[in-house]
């Protein structure tokens, strides 16, 4: 049981997933005889159906900018629940966004940050705020300046020359590299 759930009700099913504004969990309370569904963002509840006949099927709602549901569907006695982002199931959107997005996790003086480049609209976000960034072009490519901790920071945008690769994002604090956060340090 959760708890700071003052009805008593217990997690069903819980998703973890990360976005260009952060980390975000969904948990999913499902009266199995009431029909009682509760969706909770980040611990805040955005979808409470209360009683209801029907046991089975979606619950739709929002994670930031994105549309997000629920599928409830029943298997024999049991209860299966499927989370679908912006129309695709859970694994599908994490890899997509894992091709559409760079993410580097520097520190600065002791302090962790998250910057997180969207690829498709070089949309910028620090900490989970996105920034007013200015970009420039140069000889070899692109570069975004801003700033985190009052520190300058860059991210050039050079090609690879390898139609495969396409084009290569790094980012520059005080002109060092920051590396790429591993698959397992954005999820």
């Not at 140069?138 to 901790?149: A, C, K, L, V, Y």
Request: charged residues 30%; contains cysteine.
């Amino acid at each position: 049981m959760i708890a700071n759930d003052p009805e008593g009700y217990d997690d069903v099913a819980q998703w973890d997933l990360s976005l260009p504004d952060g980390k975000h969990t969904v948990r999913f309370q499902h009266g199995t005889t009431s029909g009682r569904r509760v969706v909770l963002v980040d611990g805040k509840e955005v979808r409470n159906t209360g009683w209801q006949f029907k046991l089975v099927g979606k619950e739709s709602f929002l994670i930031g900018k994105h549309r997000a549901c629920v599928i409830i569907e029943a298997n024999g006695l049991n209860y299966t629940y499927i989370l679908e982002v912006d129309g695709k199931s859970l694994k599908r959107f994490v890899e997509n966004r894992k091709k559409a997005c760079r993410t580097w996790l520097p520190k600065l003086n002791g302090k962790p940050h998250r910057v997180v480049l969207e690829r498709d609209s070089l949309d910028v976000w620090l900490d989970g705020v996105k920034l007013d960034v200015m970009g420039e072009f140069t000889d070899q490519g692109t570069e975004t300046h801003f700033s985190i901790d009052g520190q300058p920071a860059v991210i050039r945008a050079v090609t690879s020359g390898k139609r495969r690769e396409g084009i290569i994002h790094n980012l520059f604090i005080n002109d060092m590299q920051i590396p790429d956060a591993m698959e397992d340090q954005v999820q």
